[in-house]
Protein backbone atom coordinates (compact mmCIF):
# COMPACT_ATOMS: atom_id res chain seq x y z
CA UNK A 1 0.00 0.00 0.00
CA UNK A 2 1.16 3.56 -0.58
CA UNK A 3 0.89 6.11 1.79
CA UNK A 4 -1.29 8.95 0.22
CA UNK A 5 -1.87 12.20 2.15
CA UNK A 6 -5.04 10.89 3.71
CA UNK A 7 -3.46 7.95 5.49
CA UNK A 8 -0.53 9.96 6.22
CA UNK A 9 -1.99 12.58 8.38
CA UNK A 10 -4.18 10.33 10.41
CA UNK A 11 -1.25 8.00 11.32
CA UNK A 12 0.59 10.54 12.01
CA UNK A 13 -2.33 12.06 14.54
CA UNK A 14 -2.27 8.81 16.01
CA UNK A 15 1.14 8.17 16.83
CA UNK A 16 1.27 11.67 17.94
CA UNK A 17 -1.04 10.75 20.88
CA UNK A 18 0.19 7.47 21.29
CA UNK A 19 3.11 9.20 22.48
CA UNK A 20 1.94 11.69 24.52
CA UNK A 21 0.33 9.05 26.36
CA UNK A 22 3.30 6.58 26.55
CA UNK A 23 5.12 9.66 27.92
CA UNK A 24 7.85 9.23 25.75
CA UNK A 25 11.44 10.92 27.59
CA UNK A 26 13.84 12.67 25.90
CA UNK A 27 13.55 15.73 23.40
CA UNK A 28 11.15 15.90 20.53
CA UNK A 29 11.72 14.69 17.38
CA UNK A 30 9.84 14.98 14.10
CA UNK A 31 6.93 12.20 13.02
CA UNK A 32 7.81 9.84 10.57
CA UNK A 33 7.15 11.17 6.79
CA UNK A 34 5.07 9.37 4.04
CA UNK A 35 9.04 8.58 2.70
CA UNK A 36 9.96 7.12 6.05
CA UNK A 37 7.18 4.65 6.36
CA UNK A 38 7.93 3.56 2.70
CA UNK A 39 11.61 3.39 3.10
CA UNK A 40 10.81 0.94 6.03
CA UNK A 41 8.14 -0.88 4.34
CA UNK A 42 10.29 -1.19 0.80
CA UNK A 43 12.50 -3.53 3.21
CA UNK A 44 10.42 -5.33 5.35
CA UNK A 45 10.56 -8.82 5.01
CA UNK A 46 6.84 -9.23 6.56
CA UNK A 47 3.61 -7.13 7.10
CA UNK A 48 3.44 -3.99 7.74
CA UNK A 49 -0.38 -3.20 8.50
CA UNK A 50 -2.15 -0.12 8.42
CA UNK A 51 -5.70 0.78 9.84
CA UNK A 52 -7.20 0.77 6.58
CA UNK A 53 -5.08 -2.41 5.30
CA UNK A 54 -7.31 -5.98 5.26
CA UNK A 55 -6.72 -8.37 8.04
CA UNK A 56 -5.77 -5.05 10.41
CA UNK A 57 -8.95 -4.99 12.40
CA UNK A 58 -8.36 -9.08 13.01
CA UNK A 59 -4.47 -9.58 13.78
CA UNK A 60 -4.56 -5.66 16.09
CA UNK A 61 -6.78 -7.55 18.90
CA UNK A 62 -5.65 -9.57 21.49
CA UNK A 63 -7.14 -12.92 23.31
CA UNK A 64 -9.05 -10.60 25.56
CA UNK A 65 -11.55 -8.43 24.12
CA UNK A 66 -12.31 -5.57 27.12
CA UNK A 67 -8.67 -4.23 25.16
CA UNK A 68 -10.34 -4.04 21.70
CA UNK A 69 -10.22 -0.02 21.98
CA UNK A 70 -6.65 0.14 22.22
CA UNK A 71 -6.12 0.62 18.38
CA UNK A 72 -2.49 0.69 17.17
CA UNK A 73 -1.32 2.84 14.50
CA UNK A 74 0.80 0.27 12.21
CA UNK A 75 1.04 -3.72 12.80
CA UNK A 76 4.83 -5.01 12.10
CA UNK A 77 4.11 -8.73 11.18
CA UNK A 78 7.80 -9.33 11.39
CA UNK A 79 9.53 -12.17 9.57
CA UNK A 80 12.73 -12.69 10.82
CA UNK A 81 15.59 -10.95 13.45
CA UNK A 82 16.07 -8.41 10.53
CA UNK A 83 12.48 -7.20 10.48
CA UNK A 84 12.25 -6.71 14.50
CA UNK A 85 15.80 -4.97 14.44
CA UNK A 86 14.25 -2.36 11.72
CA UNK A 87 11.27 -2.07 13.55
CA UNK A 88 12.93 -1.30 16.65
CA UNK A 89 15.39 0.82 15.01
CA UNK A 90 12.44 3.27 13.11
CA UNK A 91 10.70 3.71 16.65
CA UNK A 92 13.90 4.59 18.80
CA UNK A 93 14.50 6.96 15.34
CA UNK A 94 11.61 8.58 15.75
CA UNK A 95 10.37 8.39 19.65
CA UNK A 96 7.56 6.04 18.58
CA UNK A 97 5.87 3.91 21.64
CA UNK A 98 5.98 0.09 20.68
CA UNK A 99 4.73 -2.88 22.29
CA UNK A 100 6.07 -6.58 21.28
CA UNK A 101 3.39 -9.36 21.37
CA UNK A 102 3.65 -13.23 21.11
CA UNK A 103 0.31 -14.45 21.79
CA UNK A 104 -1.75 -11.40 22.93
CA UNK A 105 -2.86 -12.76 26.12
CA UNK A 106 -1.25 -10.43 28.76
CA UNK A 107 -4.12 -9.84 31.63
CA UNK A 108 -3.99 -6.14 31.80
CA UNK A 109 -4.03 -5.75 28.34
CA UNK A 110 0.32 -5.00 27.97
CA UNK A 111 0.75 -6.56 24.82
CA UNK A 112 -1.90 -3.85 22.95
CA UNK A 113 -1.05 -0.51 22.18
CA UNK A 114 -2.08 2.28 20.18
CA UNK A 115 1.96 3.11 18.67
CA UNK A 116 3.36 0.45 17.22
CA UNK A 117 2.77 -3.62 17.38
CA UNK A 118 5.18 -5.44 17.05
CA UNK A 119 3.34 -8.71 16.45
CA UNK A 120 6.16 -12.32 16.15
CA UNK A 121 2.93 -14.60 15.20
CA UNK A 122 5.33 -15.06 11.71
CA UNK A 123 8.01 -16.28 13.64
CA UNK A 124 6.73 -19.33 14.84
CA UNK A 125 9.45 -22.11 13.64
CA UNK A 126 9.98 -24.88 15.88
CA UNK A 127 12.90 -27.18 15.09
CA UNK A 128 13.37 -30.83 17.19
CA UNK A 129 17.50 -31.29 17.59
CA UNK A 130 17.37 -35.28 17.09
CA UNK A 131 21.05 -35.50 18.42
CA UNK A 132 20.40 -33.79 21.65
CA UNK A 133 16.53 -33.58 22.57
CA UNK A 134 16.59 -29.69 22.27
CA UNK A 135 14.10 -27.72 20.46
CA UNK A 136 14.23 -23.94 18.93
CA UNK A 137 11.44 -22.04 18.74
CA UNK A 138 10.10 -19.04 17.17
CA UNK A 139 8.73 -16.85 20.01
CA UNK A 140 5.71 -16.23 18.18
CA UNK A 141 4.84 -20.04 18.26
CA UNK A 142 1.94 -21.20 20.03
CA UNK A 143 1.76 -24.12 22.42
CA UNK A 144 -1.10 -25.79 20.44
CA UNK A 145 1.70 -25.87 17.22
CA UNK A 146 4.34 -26.94 19.64
CA UNK A 147 2.44 -29.91 21.49
CA UNK A 148 1.40 -30.95 18.01
CA UNK A 149 4.80 -31.01 16.42
CA UNK A 150 6.95 -31.94 19.35
CA UNK A 151 5.03 -34.40 20.45
CA UNK A 152 5.10 -35.94 16.80
CA UNK A 153 8.74 -36.89 17.58
CA UNK A 154 7.54 -38.14 21.09
CA UNK A 155 8.91 -34.79 22.82
CA UNK A 156 7.57 -31.55 24.39
CA UNK A 157 8.14 -28.79 27.55
CA UNK A 158 6.81 -27.84 30.41
CA UNK A 159 3.89 -25.45 29.25
CA UNK A 160 0.43 -24.63 30.03
CA UNK A 161 -2.71 -25.89 28.80
CA UNK A 162 -4.28 -22.52 26.64
CA UNK A 163 -3.14 -23.33 23.04
CA UNK A 164 -3.18 -20.37 21.84
CA UNK A 165 -0.83 -18.78 24.40
CA UNK A 166 2.76 -17.67 22.81
CA UNK A 167 6.05 -19.46 23.77
CA UNK A 168 7.85 -15.83 24.58
CA UNK A 169 5.35 -14.49 27.02
CA UNK A 170 4.79 -17.65 28.64
CA UNK A 171 9.08 -18.58 29.26
CA UNK A 172 9.72 -14.88 29.97
CA UNK A 173 7.01 -14.68 32.99
CA UNK A 174 8.01 -18.52 34.28
CA UNK A 175 5.54 -20.82 32.64
CA UNK A 176 2.66 -22.98 34.85
CA UNK A 177 1.60 -26.17 33.74
CA UNK A 178 0.95 -30.24 34.32
CA UNK A 179 4.17 -31.13 33.88
CA UNK A 180 6.12 -28.54 36.19
CA UNK A 181 6.40 -30.11 39.38
CA UNK A 182 8.20 -33.60 36.89
CA UNK A 183 10.63 -31.05 34.62
CA UNK A 184 10.01 -27.43 36.13
CA UNK A 185 8.84 -23.99 34.88
CA UNK A 186 8.58 -23.57 31.12
CA UNK A 187 11.91 -20.96 32.07
CA UNK A 188 13.36 -23.97 33.52
CA UNK A 189 13.40 -25.88 30.44
CA UNK A 190 14.66 -22.46 28.32
CA UNK A 191 18.63 -23.29 27.66
CA UNK A 192 19.31 -19.96 25.26
CA UNK A 193 17.76 -16.90 24.00
CA UNK A 194 17.89 -14.70 20.82
CA UNK A 195 17.27 -11.78 22.21
CA UNK A 196 16.75 -8.26 19.81
CA UNK A 197 18.16 -5.70 22.08
CA UNK A 198 16.86 -1.82 22.05
CA UNK A 199 20.16 -0.64 20.31
CA UNK A 200 19.74 -3.22 17.54
CA UNK A 201 22.32 -6.33 18.68
CA UNK A 202 21.08 -9.14 17.87
CA UNK A 203 22.25 -11.24 21.54
CA UNK A 204 22.67 -14.78 22.18
CA UNK A 205 21.77 -15.59 25.80
CA UNK A 206 22.72 -18.79 28.07
CA UNK A 207 24.45 -19.53 31.12
CA UNK A 208 27.77 -18.58 29.60
CA UNK A 209 27.13 -15.71 27.21
CA UNK A 210 25.34 -12.63 28.14
CA UNK A 211 24.60 -14.93 31.28
CA UNK A 212 22.99 -11.73 33.62
CA UNK A 213 20.51 -10.92 30.78
CA UNK A 214 19.48 -15.16 30.30
CA UNK A 215 18.97 -14.85 34.08
CA UNK A 216 16.34 -12.02 33.70
CA UNK A 217 14.63 -13.18 30.99
CA UNK A 218 13.99 -16.65 32.99
CA UNK A 219 10.68 -14.79 34.99
CA UNK A 220 11.51 -11.39 34.51
CA UNK A 221 8.62 -10.65 32.27
CA UNK A 222 8.29 -10.04 28.14
CA UNK A 223 8.71 -6.49 26.77
CA UNK A 224 11.20 -5.77 29.50
CA UNK A 225 14.86 -5.90 28.25
CA UNK A 226 14.70 -6.37 24.43
CA UNK A 227 12.42 -8.49 21.64
CA UNK A 228 12.93 -12.19 22.35
CA UNK A 229 13.11 -13.72 18.60
CA UNK A 230 13.71 -17.50 18.99
CA UNK A 231 13.84 -19.75 22.12
CA UNK A 232 16.35 -23.08 22.98
CA UNK A 233 14.15 -25.64 25.33
CA UNK A 234 15.57 -28.92 26.64
CA UNK A 235 12.64 -31.35 25.81
CA UNK A 236 11.22 -34.33 27.53
CA UNK A 237 10.13 -37.75 26.37
CA UNK A 238 6.20 -37.37 26.90
CA UNK A 239 4.29 -39.97 28.28
CA UNK A 240 0.00 -41.50 28.28
CA UNK A 241 -1.53 -38.90 31.02
CA UNK A 242 -3.82 -40.35 33.74
CA UNK A 243 -6.40 -37.82 34.74
CA UNK A 244 -8.51 -38.21 38.02
CA UNK A 245 -11.44 -36.22 38.72
CA UNK A 246 -13.62 -35.64 42.15
CA UNK A 247 -16.30 -32.91 41.64
CA UNK A 248 -18.66 -32.09 45.07
CA UNK A 249 -20.95 -29.39 45.94
CA UNK A 250 -19.97 -26.06 47.53
CA UNK A 251 -21.57 -27.11 51.30
CA UNK A 252 -18.88 -29.88 51.29
CA UNK A 253 -15.84 -27.78 49.53
CA UNK A 254 -14.30 -26.95 53.46
CA UNK A 255 -13.60 -30.35 54.64
CA UNK A 256 -12.68 -31.37 51.15
CA UNK A 257 -10.20 -28.58 50.35
CA UNK A 258 -8.81 -28.75 53.57
CA UNK A 259 -7.88 -32.37 53.42
CA UNK A 260 -6.56 -32.05 49.58
CA UNK A 261 -3.89 -29.28 50.96
CA UNK A 262 -2.03 -31.49 53.44
CA UNK A 263 -3.12 -35.00 50.82
CA UNK A 264 -1.03 -32.75 47.76
CA UNK A 265 1.86 -30.93 49.23
CA UNK A 266 3.21 -34.68 50.02
CA UNK A 267 2.42 -35.84 46.71
CA UNK A 268 5.58 -37.54 44.73
CA UNK A 269 6.48 -34.62 42.37
CA UNK A 270 5.46 -37.01 39.02
CA UNK A 271 1.86 -35.98 39.92
CA UNK A 272 0.62 -32.46 39.88
CA UNK A 273 -2.97 -31.48 41.47
CA UNK A 274 -5.60 -28.21 41.37
CA UNK A 275 -8.78 -27.39 43.31
CA UNK A 276 -10.76 -25.60 40.72
CA UNK A 277 -14.01 -23.50 42.31
CA UNK A 278 -16.51 -22.59 39.33
CA UNK A 279 -19.33 -21.03 39.26
CA UNK A 280 -21.93 -19.20 36.77
CA UNK A 281 -23.80 -16.98 39.22
CA UNK A 282 -27.34 -18.65 38.20
CA UNK A 283 -29.52 -19.79 40.42
CA UNK A 284 -30.49 -23.27 39.13
CA UNK A 285 -26.14 -23.84 38.78
CA UNK A 286 -24.93 -24.57 42.49
CA UNK A 287 -21.20 -23.39 42.31
CA UNK A 288 -18.78 -27.08 42.21
CA UNK A 289 -15.77 -28.19 43.44
CA UNK A 290 -13.24 -30.09 41.20
CA UNK A 291 -9.69 -31.89 42.52
CA UNK A 292 -8.31 -32.95 39.64
CA UNK A 293 -4.54 -34.83 39.89
CA UNK A 294 -2.91 -35.98 36.79
CA UNK A 295 0.57 -38.13 36.02
CA UNK A 296 2.82 -37.80 33.00
CA UNK A 297 3.32 -41.61 32.91
CA UNK A 298 3.58 -42.94 36.29
CA UNK A 299 0.17 -44.62 36.12
CA UNK A 300 0.28 -47.35 38.91
CA UNK A 301 1.20 -44.37 41.36
CA UNK A 302 -1.37 -41.99 40.29
CA UNK A 303 -4.09 -45.16 40.78
CA UNK A 304 -2.99 -46.05 44.40
CA UNK A 305 -2.41 -42.31 45.59
CA UNK A 306 -6.45 -41.78 44.26
CA UNK A 307 -7.51 -44.62 46.04
CA UNK A 308 -5.82 -43.44 48.78
CA UNK A 309 -7.42 -40.05 48.49
CA UNK A 310 -11.15 -40.91 48.15
CA UNK A 311 -10.92 -43.37 51.01
CA UNK A 312 -9.93 -40.80 53.44
CA UNK A 313 -12.62 -38.35 52.47
CA UNK A 314 -15.00 -37.05 54.52
CA UNK A 315 -17.85 -36.77 52.04
CA UNK A 316 -18.15 -38.81 49.04
CA UNK A 317 -17.92 -37.04 45.41
CA UNK A 318 -21.13 -36.21 43.28
CA UNK A 319 -19.20 -37.51 40.78
CA UNK A 320 -15.25 -38.69 39.73
CA UNK A 321 -13.76 -40.16 36.80
CA UNK A 322 -10.55 -41.90 36.33
CA UNK A 323 -9.57 -41.36 32.15
CA UNK A 324 -6.30 -42.18 30.58
CA UNK A 325 -5.24 -40.07 27.63
CA UNK A 326 -2.09 -40.57 24.94
CA UNK A 327 -0.71 -37.22 25.54
CA UNK A 328 -1.18 -35.08 22.52
CA UNK A 329 -4.70 -35.77 22.66
CA UNK A 330 -4.72 -34.31 26.02
CA UNK A 331 -2.70 -31.62 26.11
CA UNK A 332 -4.98 -30.58 22.72
CA UNK A 333 -8.33 -30.79 24.42
CA UNK A 334 -9.15 -27.33 23.14
CA UNK A 335 -8.58 -28.71 19.21
CA UNK A 336 -10.56 -31.52 19.59
CA UNK A 337 -12.14 -31.62 15.83
CA UNK A 338 -10.24 -28.73 14.75
CA UNK A 339 -7.09 -28.77 12.19
CA UNK A 340 -4.21 -26.93 13.95
CA UNK A 341 -4.76 -23.62 11.84
CA UNK A 342 -8.26 -23.50 13.34
CA UNK A 343 -7.23 -24.20 16.55
CA UNK A 344 -6.34 -20.69 16.98
CA UNK A 345 -7.65 -17.42 18.38
CA UNK A 346 -9.11 -15.35 15.80
CA UNK A 347 -5.88 -12.77 15.47
CA UNK A 348 -3.59 -15.48 15.31
CA UNK A 349 -4.86 -17.73 11.89
CA UNK A 350 -7.45 -16.12 9.62
CA UNK A 351 -9.00 -20.14 9.87
CA UNK A 352 -9.03 -19.67 13.61
CA UNK A 353 -12.61 -21.33 15.02
CA UNK A 354 -10.90 -20.64 19.30
CA UNK A 355 -13.20 -17.92 20.85
CA UNK A 356 -11.76 -14.82 22.49
CA UNK A 357 -12.94 -13.85 25.71
CA UNK A 358 -13.56 -10.97 28.47
CA UNK A 359 -12.32 -11.48 31.74
CA UNK A 360 -10.34 -10.17 34.49
CA UNK A 361 -7.84 -12.18 36.94
CA UNK A 362 -5.46 -11.60 39.36
CA UNK A 363 -3.31 -14.45 41.58
CA UNK A 364 -1.55 -15.01 45.02
CA UNK A 365 0.69 -17.68 46.39
CA UNK A 366 0.99 -19.50 49.64
CA UNK A 367 3.82 -21.21 50.99
CA UNK A 368 2.05 -23.11 53.66
CA UNK A 369 -1.42 -25.00 53.74
CA UNK A 370 -4.49 -22.17 54.10
CA UNK A 371 -5.85 -22.35 57.53
CA UNK A 372 -9.42 -23.25 58.14
CA UNK A 373 -10.68 -19.64 58.80
CA UNK A 374 -8.88 -18.31 55.11
CA UNK A 375 -10.61 -21.63 53.44
CA UNK A 376 -13.68 -20.21 55.43
CA UNK A 377 -13.28 -16.74 54.20
CA UNK A 378 -12.10 -17.64 50.26
CA UNK A 379 -15.42 -19.86 50.30
CA UNK A 380 -17.53 -16.99 51.53
CA UNK A 381 -16.34 -14.66 48.37
CA UNK A 382 -18.02 -17.98 46.20
CA UNK A 383 -21.30 -17.70 47.96
CA UNK A 384 -21.10 -14.18 47.90
CA UNK A 385 -20.38 -13.74 44.11
CA UNK A 386 -23.13 -16.44 43.40
CA UNK A 387 -26.06 -14.83 45.53
CA UNK A 388 -24.69 -11.83 43.48
CA UNK A 389 -25.53 -13.21 39.85
CA UNK A 390 -21.93 -13.01 39.18
CA UNK A 391 -19.81 -15.78 37.76
CA UNK A 392 -16.19 -16.65 38.61
CA UNK A 393 -13.19 -19.17 39.66
CA UNK A 394 -10.52 -20.04 41.63
CA UNK A 395 -7.53 -22.20 40.82
CA UNK A 396 -5.64 -23.18 43.61
CA UNK A 397 -2.39 -25.55 42.14
CA UNK A 398 -0.09 -27.04 43.79
CA UNK A 399 3.82 -26.36 43.57
CA UNK A 400 6.70 -27.61 44.72
CA UNK A 401 8.65 -30.35 43.43
CA UNK A 402 11.47 -29.89 40.36
CA UNK A 403 9.83 -25.85 40.86
CA UNK A 404 11.03 -25.78 44.27
CA UNK A 405 14.12 -27.62 43.43
CA UNK A 406 15.78 -24.51 41.09
CA UNK A 407 17.70 -22.43 43.80
CA UNK A 408 15.47 -19.21 44.61
CA UNK A 409 18.20 -16.64 43.13
CA UNK A 410 19.10 -19.04 40.05
CA UNK A 411 16.43 -17.33 37.64
CA UNK A 412 14.29 -14.23 38.12
CA UNK A 413 11.03 -16.41 39.13
CA UNK A 414 10.92 -15.07 42.25
CA UNK A 415 8.21 -17.83 44.07
CA UNK A 416 10.29 -20.96 44.18
CA UNK A 417 9.04 -21.76 47.86
CA UNK A 418 5.09 -21.54 47.64
CA UNK A 419 3.30 -25.06 48.00
CA UNK A 420 0.31 -23.30 46.16
CA UNK A 421 -0.70 -20.99 43.38
CA UNK A 422 -3.95 -19.51 42.92
CA UNK A 423 -5.77 -17.78 39.98
CA UNK A 424 -8.77 -15.69 41.02
CA UNK A 425 -10.80 -14.90 37.54
CA UNK A 426 -13.71 -13.87 35.91
CA UNK A 427 -14.28 -15.04 32.44
CA UNK A 428 -17.33 -13.65 30.33
CA UNK A 429 -18.22 -13.87 26.06
CA UNK A 430 -16.89 -10.84 24.20
CA UNK A 431 -19.44 -8.14 24.53
CA UNK A 432 -19.58 -8.62 27.94
CA UNK A 433 -21.05 -4.77 29.69
CA UNK A 434 -17.97 -3.26 30.49
CA UNK A 435 -18.95 -1.91 34.01
CA UNK A 436 -19.48 -5.75 34.47
CA UNK A 437 -16.19 -6.18 33.98
CA UNK A 438 -14.86 -3.65 35.70
CA UNK A 439 -16.29 -4.66 38.76
CA UNK A 440 -14.88 -8.06 38.13
CA UNK A 441 -11.06 -6.85 37.92
CA UNK A 442 -12.27 -5.10 40.92
CA UNK A 443 -13.31 -8.82 43.10
CA UNK A 444 -10.32 -10.92 41.65
CA UNK A 445 -7.95 -7.80 43.25
CA UNK A 446 -10.20 -7.88 46.30
CA UNK A 447 -9.12 -11.69 46.87
CA UNK A 448 -5.89 -10.83 47.13
CA UNK A 449 -7.04 -8.60 50.08
CA UNK A 450 -8.75 -11.16 51.66
CA UNK A 451 -6.48 -13.72 51.42
CA UNK A 452 -3.62 -11.54 52.29
CA UNK A 453 -3.49 -12.72 56.07
CA UNK A 454 -2.67 -16.40 54.62
CA UNK A 455 -0.56 -15.53 51.35
CA UNK A 456 3.17 -14.43 50.92
CA UNK A 457 1.92 -11.26 48.78
CA UNK A 458 3.31 -12.68 45.88
CA UNK A 459 1.67 -12.36 42.45
CA UNK A 460 2.76 -14.28 39.46
CA UNK A 461 3.63 -12.71 36.59
CA UNK A 462 1.75 -13.81 33.87
CA UNK A 463 -1.63 -13.18 35.66
CA UNK A 464 -0.97 -9.62 35.60
CA UNK A 465 -3.08 -7.54 37.12
CA UNK A 466 -3.16 -3.73 36.62
CA UNK A 467 -4.56 -2.71 40.14
CA UNK A 468 -2.07 -4.18 42.17
CA UNK A 469 -0.48 -1.10 43.60
CA UNK A 470 2.72 -2.82 44.57
CA UNK A 471 3.29 -4.72 41.99
CA UNK A 472 7.31 -4.85 41.75
CA UNK A 473 7.46 -6.41 44.93
CA UNK A 474 4.50 -8.71 44.42
CA UNK A 475 5.84 -10.15 41.06
CA UNK A 476 9.32 -9.87 41.81
CA UNK A 477 9.82 -9.52 45.69
CA UNK A 478 13.78 -9.25 45.81
CA UNK A 479 15.16 -9.75 42.71
CA UNK A 480 13.44 -5.84 41.72
CA UNK A 481 16.52 -4.40 42.60
CA UNK A 482 18.70 -6.77 40.17
CA UNK A 483 15.95 -6.58 37.30
CA UNK A 484 15.87 -2.71 37.67
CA UNK A 485 19.81 -3.03 36.71
CA UNK A 486 19.16 -5.09 33.88
CA UNK A 487 16.83 -2.55 32.29
CA UNK A 488 19.22 0.11 32.40
CA UNK A 489 21.99 -1.67 30.88
CA UNK A 490 19.91 -2.92 28.04
CA UNK A 491 17.06 0.00 27.98
CA UNK A 492 17.81 2.65 29.95
CA UNK A 493 15.67 5.66 27.76
CA UNK A 494 12.94 2.98 28.20
CA UNK A 495 11.94 2.31 24.60
CA UNK A 496 9.98 -0.74 25.46
CA UNK A 497 7.63 0.75 28.57
CA UNK A 498 4.34 -0.20 30.03
CA UNK A 499 2.54 0.39 33.03
CA UNK A 500 3.52 -1.84 35.43
CA UNK A 501 6.93 -2.29 33.47
CA UNK A 502 10.36 -2.27 35.32
CA UNK A 503 12.23 0.57 35.90
CA UNK A 504 15.83 1.23 35.27
CA UNK A 505 18.04 1.66 38.05
Request: aromatic fraction near 10%; charged fraction near 20%.
Amino acid sequence: MLLDRRHFLALSSTIALATVAGCQSGPARALPDPDDWQQLKASFSGQLLFPSDAGFSRFYKAANSRYDSITPAVIARCANTSDVQQILAFARKFQLPITGRSGGHNYAGYSSTKGILLDLALMADIQHEAEDDTAWIGAGAKLGDIYDQLSKKGRSIPGGSCVGVGIAGLTLGGGFGIADRLYGLTCDALLEAEVVTVDGEVLRCNEQQNADLFWGLRGGGGGQFGIVTRLKFQTFATADILSCHAYFALKDALPVLNLWQHWSHQLPEALWSQAALWWRGEPDHEPQLQIRVTSLGQIKLLQQQWVNWLRRLPVQPVEQDVVLHNYREYMLTDCAGLEMPECKLPHQSEQAKLKRVAMAGSSDFFNQVISRAGLEALLGQVQQRQQQGLSGGILLTLMGGAISSVPADHTAFAHRDALFSAQYLVSRPVGADEKLMQGAALWVNHMRTVMKPYSTGGAYLNYTDALIKNWSEAYYGRHYEKLQQLKGRYDPEQLLRFAQGIKPA
